[in-house]
C-alpha cells in the first residue's frame, strides 16, 4: 500500500506526557521535527509539550473513533503509552494498541516504532509482557514498517524509590532477590530511538536498549548512601514475602504506570538479569557506547543538584530569621 505523501519529519508521539513519552518529544523537536503529541483530554492540559513547540491534539486509544483525525499527515508514529493503573490492562496496552496498528496500517503510517519489554515472550505469567509480546508479534503481522525496541529499566523511576527516601532518612524496601536490572536514562532511550528512525536497515527488526551495567537492589541502595553521605533505613524483606506482597513491581520503573500493577513476583524467583549486550546495537546505530549515561553519573548528577539546593535554602532561612 502507498502512503500518504507527508514529510518524514512529520511524527506523532503516543503517550507524551509520560517519563520516556517527554523525553521523546524533546529530542526530536531539538532535532527539528514537527511533533504532534496524542493526549487524553484532561483536567489539567499538557501546556509544557506546547511551550516546546509541539502539537498537542485529543485522542484515546481507547476510543478509536479518535484515532484516523490525529493521524492524517503524519509520517512516523512512535508509541511510548502504557495505560492508567486504574484501568484494566487490555484497555489500552492491547485493544488500544491494535486500534493504534489498525488505524496507521489503513492511514498509510510509514513507519512505526513501538516500545516493549526486554525478553516479554520469555515470561507469559506476567500479564504486561505478555501483551508486549502479543503486540509484537501483532506488528510484525500487520505490514507496517516498524522498529521495536525492548526496554530494561528507567533511572528516572529510582529517585523517588530511592535516591529521595535516602536523603530524607525515610524507610526504602530492600531484597535478598537476586534479579539485576541495566537501567537507562530516558534521555538516552530517547537519543538512540531517534538514530534508529533514521536507519532503514533497523526495519521490522527489534532492539534491546539497556544501560551500561545491571544492579541489584543492594547495589543501587549502597550507590544512594554513598551519594548521599548518609546511611539508608533499609527494610529487607525476603523474596517469599515479596512474592505475596508484589512490593519488588516498584522496582520496575522503566514505565512508571505498569511498575505498580504487575505481580513480577515470578519473574523474580530466579537470578533473572535485565540486560543485554549494546555492541552491536551501538554499532549498527552508529553510537559511541560511551556517551551513555551511568547510574552512578546520573546518580551523581541528581544528588549534587539537589544538595546545592538544599544548602542554598538554609542559607537563605538564615537571612532571614531576624523576620521571626
Not at 179 to 192: E, F, H, K, P, S
Not at 218 to 242: H, M, N, W, Y
Amino acid at each position: 500500500m502507498s502512503g500518504t505523501p507527508v514529510r518524514s519529519t512529520s511524527i506523532l508521539v503516543v503517550g507524551a506526557t509520560g517519563t520516556l513519552g517527554r523525553q521523546v518529544v524533546r529530542r526530536a523537536l531539538d532535532e527539528g521535527y514537527d511533533v504532534r503529541c496524542l493526549v487524553r483530554p484532561r483536567p489539567a492540559p499538557a501546556d509544557f509539550l506546547r511551550d516546546w513547540g509541539a502539537t498537542v491534539v485529543n485522542g484515546d486509544l481507547s476510543k478509536p473513533e479518535t484515532l484516523p483525525a490525529v493521524l492524517v499527515g503524519v509520517h512516523t508514529v512512535i508509541d511510548c503509552a502504557t495505560g492508567r493503573p486504574e484501568e484494566p490492562i487490555r484497555t489500552v496496552d492491547w485493544d488500544g494498541k491494535v486500534a493504534l496498528i489498525q488505524c496507521a496500517k489503513a492511514m498509510g503510517i510509514q513507519k512505526f516504532v513501538f516500545f516493549s519489554i526486554h525478553n516479554c515472550e520469555k515470561h507469559p505469567e506476567v500479564p504486561l509482557m505478555e501483551i508486549k509480546w502479543c503486540t509484537e508479534k501483532y506488528l510484525a503481522e500487520s505490514g507496517l514498517k516498524h522498529t521495536i525496541i525492548r526496554l530494561c529499566g528507567f533511572m528516572q523511576g529510582l529517585i523517588g524509590q530511592y535516591a529521595v527516601p535516602v536523603l530524607e532518612g525515610k524507610a526504602v524496601w530492600g531484597t535478598d532477590a537476586p534479579t539485576r536490572i541495566a537501567y537507562m536514562d530516558t534521555q538516552d532511550i530517547a537519543r538512540l530511538t531517534m538514530m534508529a528512525l533514521r536507519r532503514k536497515d533497523v526495519e521490522r527488526k527489534s532492539l534491546t536498549f539497556a544501560g551500561p551495567r545491571a544492579w541489584t537492589t543492594q547495589e543501587v541502595i549502597s550507590l544512594c548512601e554513598r551519594l548521599a553521605g548518609q546511611d539508608a533505613k533499609v527494610t529487607i524483606v525476603p523474596f517469599g514475602v515479596l512474592k505475596f506482597t508484589r512490593v519488588l513491581t516498584r522496582l520496575f520503573e522503566w514505565t512508571n504506570n505498569a511498575a505498580d500493577r504487575l505481580a513480577f513476583s515470578e519473574v523474580l524467583s530466579s537470578d533473572v538479569i535485565f540486560s543485554a549486550p549494546m555492541g552491536e546495537t551501538y554499532s549498527l546505530l552508529g553510537v559511541d557506547g560511551k556517551e551513555t549515561t551511568t547510574l552512578e553519573k546520573y546518580l551523581q548528577e541528581y544528588y549534587t543538584q539537589i544538595l546545592k539546593k538544599l544548602k542554598d535554602l538554609k542559607a537563605q532561612s538564615k537571612q532571614g530569621d531576624f523576620y521571626l
